[in-house]
């Protein structure tokens, strides 16, 4: 039998401390109902100018955005020099943005967006290096991460070759990622082959399924107002969201 002085020199059992879970699997911030706009379509390829298509959605609609502008920047700043002349002319052919045709762009993405949504920046080395704030004064949104593309393949370039591209991850205010954010094991450098498929700009079709995937849920809208190849549209596709989106070449 234990006696009274046993008892008091007993270790207490350690108690057991319940971990908080920083990570949620689970989305709290469901979009609201979209209301489809008369004229447009999901999952087609739409030909019209991104800037007038943004106008055409409800406000504060949408949980992800991709924009990957035709950037000027990088045919002024960086040296070309070594790329084949055939791949130069198709790159300069496509319509190359102004910064103030980027503004607008990031502006009505702004406007369109749900709060707590998120805005996928597709970015050059040369616009990462020099800056980008000034196309986001005005709006509500604010940098939360980078991820690097590694392409695989060398690209062009004198000093270097490229071989990376930046996706710029923004969201709409309220900032917050528990309850929104709900893939937790999407790594910043994303190794994936770049398939041209005639498109020199095309992204990468995984990352961006992966990205729709973490931050919407089934059914949810997700718009590319300069769709290129339409890589967001088959990304949404595979993953049973609803793709709006256009380009000036269709
Ligand atoms: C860098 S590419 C997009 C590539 C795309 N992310 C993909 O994965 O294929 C940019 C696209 O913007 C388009 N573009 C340029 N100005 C536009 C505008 N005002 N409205 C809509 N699209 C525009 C160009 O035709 C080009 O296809």
């Not at 234990?2 to 270790?11: P, V």
């Not at 690209?155 to 969201?171: A, D, N, P």
């Not at 770049?194 to 700009?201: A, C, D, L, S, T």
Request: proline share 6%.
């Amino acid at each position: 039998m234990e006696t009274d002085s046993q008892a008091s020199t007993t270790t207490p059992e350690p108690q057991k401390v319940r971990r908080k879970n920083v990570f949620s699997k689970t989305r709290d911030a469901a979009a609201p109902e979209f209301q489809l706009p008369t004229g447009l379509k999901f999952d087609s390829r739409l030909e019209m100018d991104g800037c007038e298509f943004l106008r055409l959605l409800p406000a504060e609609s949408v949980p992800a955005v991709f924009f990957d502008p035709q950037y000027r920047g990088i045919l002024d700043k960086m040296n070309y020099g070594n790329e084949g002349v055939d791949r130069g002319r198709q790159r300069s052919a496509l319509t190359q943005m102004k910064d103030e045709t980027i503004t607008a762009f990031i502006h009505s993405i702004s406007k369109v967006l749900t709060p707590s949504g998120h805005l996928f920046l597709w970015t050059d080395k040369f616009h990462l290096c020099t800056g980008f704030s000034a196309w986001l004064e005005g709006t509500k949104l604010n940098t939360v991460d980078l991820i690097t593309w590694e392409k695989t393949r060398m690209g062009m370039g004198y000093r270097t070759r490229r071989k990376s591209e930046y996706l710029v991850v923004l969201q709409k205010l309220p900032l917050r990622a528990k309850g929104v954010w709900t893939i937790h094991n999407i790594p910043d450098v994303w190794k994936e082959n770049h398939k041209p498929n005639g498109w020199p700009h095309r992204k990468p079709v995984e990352l961006q399924q992966r990205l729709i995937e973490a931050v919407t849920g089934p059914g949810e809208v997700v718009v590319d107002p300069a769709a290129g190849s339409f890589s967001v549209m088959e990304a949404c596709m595979n993953s049973g969201r609803n793709f709006l989106g256009c380009d000036l070449n269709g």
